[in-house]
């Protein structure tokens, strides 16, 4: 893919592939999505999810790729990286946790640096140290900081302008909680499309 990712170029190539594999991808966040509510009762189960993100975050750069994928393939691509995606996960959420404590603007700059962390572990098969690494260095010197910021921020306006429905009685409240499920195949693979790009 091309070496200078675009927003507009992931948006409308992200929705293309979304719209052309959208119940398979759907389905696996769905099936993600229970995997997640039935894992969460215990402390144990919780140390499952980023091998489920992980996995789902895999079998979505498999689509764009136009590789095999198929529902429920996920589990075999997380769980195949257990321990690096426990291991990252851990780090990314302890860094931005610190940089936001420390002044809110370290953890917004952690957060959009280390964006192509699980896809670099995923595809690139990259260690830990190496994935944050190389994140940072691909976000500087390739993608662009402001530009990476502003596709993660897109991103979360669609679905926070999803709460303009809630003015509307009892099927507001339908939209708000379905539409972000509904649109998840488009906007996910908007990033994925957004890093591949960036290789």
């Not at 893919?1 to 675009?6: D, L, R, V």
């Not at 910021?149 to 303009?164: A, D, E, G, K, R």
Request: charge should be positive; glycine fraction near 10%; proline fraction near 4%.
């Amino acid at each position: 893919m091309a070496n200078k990712p675009s927003i507009n170029r992931s948006f409308e190539l992200g929705f293309q592939i979304g719209a052309k594999n959208y119940v398979l991808i759907l389905g696996n966040y769905i099936i993600l999505s229970i995997m997640l509510i039935i894992s969460g009762i215990t402390i144990i189960g919780i140390l499952l999810w980023p091998a489920f993100y992980y996995g789902y975050y895999g079998s979505l750069i498999n689509v764009a790729r136009g590789n095999d994928a198929s529902i429920g393939d996920f589990f075999k691509i997380g769980f195949g990286k257990f321990f690096e995606s426990l291991g990252a996960s851990i780090l990314y959420i302890l860094g931005i946790t610190i940089g936001f404590i420390i002044l809110i603007i370290p953890g917004i700059y952690f957060l959009v640096g280390w964006f192509y962390v699980p896809y670099l572990i995923l595809d690139k098969n990259a260690s830990v140290g190496e994935a944050f690494t190389e994140s940072m260095r691909l976000v500087h010197n390739k993608s662009g900081w402001w530009k990476t910021f502003c596709v993660t921020l897109f991103v979360f306006l669609i679905i926070l302008s999803l709460n303009i429905f809630l003015a509307i009685p009892f099927l507001g409240i339908i939209i708000v909680t379905i539409g972000p499920v509904v649109l998840m195949p488009f906007l996910q693979m908007v990033y994925v499309i957004y890093y591949l790009d960036t290789l």
